[in-house]
């Protein structure tokens, strides 16, 4: 069974500042709009996928996406994935996404978040930082550190996670494919 968080947000203030980053409210019409986030389950594997592949193909990497339903059946069903699904009116608007791992440097589990990602119609709303906050909840129950990575050309991203007060710094990710990784052990002597 999904795991309801206790992260529903109701509010008819303007819209959030910096300083408060979990407001709902819509910056568009200034109505009180609320939102719910919920840890997905193993029945929530077929919507999981459909926003990942939304996410994909905004990104133009759908054709990196080769986990199915059952990948996300079996994925949901293990407790160190964690995916936070937000709702507005009963309807699914965004996830956040990742995995406890044992970090070697730290000696302890952290939190890799994997994606976060909001539909577009309801983008501008505070729905990325409601998950956030939700991702936060989740995290500082066992203390973890949580990382990710984001794109250098996302600067609206950058912005977002600095108000977060997350620490963003220069790195290149380097992805070793199985083809690459075979073809350098046969021409090795």
Do not use: C
């Amino acid at each position: 069974m999904a795991q309801q968080l206790d992260t529903a947000v109701s509010r008819s203030t303007p819209p959030a500042t910096a300083a408060d980053t979990t407001d709902i409210t819509s910056t568009t019409t200034r109505t009180t709009t609320e939102a719910t986030v919920r840890r997905a389950g193993v029945e929530d594997a077929a919507l999981v996928r459909t926003m990942l592949i939304e996410l994909a193909t905004h990104e133009n990497s759908a054709h990196a996406v080769h986990a199915g339903v059952e990948d996300w059946q079996r994925m949901l069903a293990n407790p160190a994935v964690v995916v936070l699904i937000a709702y507005l009116d009963d309807q699914p608007v965004g996830y956040v996404s990742g995995i406890h791992q044992l970090n070697l440097w730290v000696g302890e589990d952290i939190f890799a978040m994997d994606d976060l990602y909001v539909r577009a119609e309801a983008r501008d709303r505070g729905i990325g930082s409601r998950l956030m906050a939700a991702l936060a909840q989740h995290a500082a129950e066992s203390n973890l550190l949580v990382t990710w990575g984001v794109r250098e050309d996302n600067d609206a991203g950058h912005r977002f996670y600095r108000r977060l007060g997350a620490a963003l710094r220069t790195k290149v990710v380097a992805s070793w494919q199985p083809h690459a990784y075979r073809a350098y052990l046969t021409a090795r002597p």
